[in-house]
Nanobody, 120 residues
Framework: QVQLVESGGGLVQPGGSLRLSCEASISTLDYYAIGWVRQAPGKEREGVSCISAATGSTNYADSVKGRFTISRDIAHNKVYLQMNNLKPEDTGTYYC?????????????WGQGAQVTVSS
């Protein structure tokens, strides 16, 4: 069982910055990829960014490339999403997500969500 707890959401003006944090309850970051998924009102969930376990390589949705940066602190079981130059279309609930894969099954774990609102 993995618990993920996000923090750092809030209200920001367009062009502003926020940093989201996600803390895992157990040591997972060096074993499983972890990432951020967002959901805007009335829309489906969208993958934003993820970071691999073995190499720390990163991936980003085209809509956030060059503006968002994902990073991790393995020692403290934390992953971060630095969001710069925020736009109104970045508004939504951001969820931390990881998938634990075992021999018999895979398990998806989600945080409770952090609200990000970009508005003037």
């Amino acid at each position: 069982q993995v618990q993920l707890v996000e923090s750092g959401g809030g209200l920001v003006q367009p062009g502003g910055s926020l940093r989201l944090s996600c803390e895992a309850s157990i040591s997972t970051l060096d074993y499983y990829a972890i990432g951020w998924v967002r959901q805007a009102p009335g829309k489906e969930r969208e993958g934003v960014s993820c970071i691999s376990a073995a190499t720390g390589s990163t991936n980003y949705a085209d809509s956030v490339k060059g503006r968002f940066t994902i990073s991790r602190d393995i020692a403290h079981n934390k992953v971060y999403l630095q969001m710069n130059n925020l736009k109104p279309e970045d508004t939504g609930t951001y969820y931390c997500h990881t998938r634990v894969i075992t021999v018999v099954a895979s398990y998806d774990y989600w945080g409770q969500g952090a609200q990000v609102t970009v508005s003037s």
